[in-house]
């Protein structure tokens, strides 16, 4: 069974960067795209990134382009979310998730392409 852990949200100025690492558990095959989603208090879970299992593939959601940048390393395990100059649009539940095998969920940002999905780190960006 492949278990997902997020860490490195937390409370963070506009402007500011938090960087968060998504590891996966011991065992499990690595072999699966992961994705990252948030989830606001009264809004639906939108895709924010998706990144392949060779790292060749990512995808961006149109608000975070050119601020969060994904990586994997499939030695240590880790997919990270950097995210750069932080908008108070941008806090929220950030959840990790896997894809239900070793292909490129399609759509990527669709929640129904992943079988595996984190507790979620939250992200607070406030003055």
């Known amino acids: 069974q492949l278990q997902l852990v997020e860490s490195g949200g937390g409370l963070v100025q506009p402007g500011g960067f938090l960087r968060l690492s998504c590891e996966f558990s011991?065992?499990?095959?690595?072999?699966?795209?992961i994705g990252w989603f948030r989830q606001a208090p009264g809004k639906e879970r939108e895709g924010v990134s998706c990144?392949?299992?060779?790292?060749?593939?990512?995808n961006y959601a149109d608000s975070v382009k050119g601020r969060f940048t994904i990586s994997r390393d499939n030695a240590a395990r880790t997919v990270t979310l950097q995210m750069n100059n932080l908008k108070p649009e941008d806090a929220g539940v950030y959840l990790c998730?896997?894809?239900?095998?070793?292909?490129?969920?399609?759509?990527?940002?669709?929640?129904?392409?992943?079988?595996?999905w984190g507790q979620g780190t939250q992200v607070t960006v406030s003055s």
């Open positions: 998730a896997a894809s239900h095998g070793n292909w490129y969920p399609g759509p990527w940002n669709s929640t129904t392409e992943y079988g595996y």
């Open positions: 011991e065992g499990s095959p690595v072999s699966h795209a």
């Open positions: 990144i392949s299992y060779s790292g060749q593939t990512s």
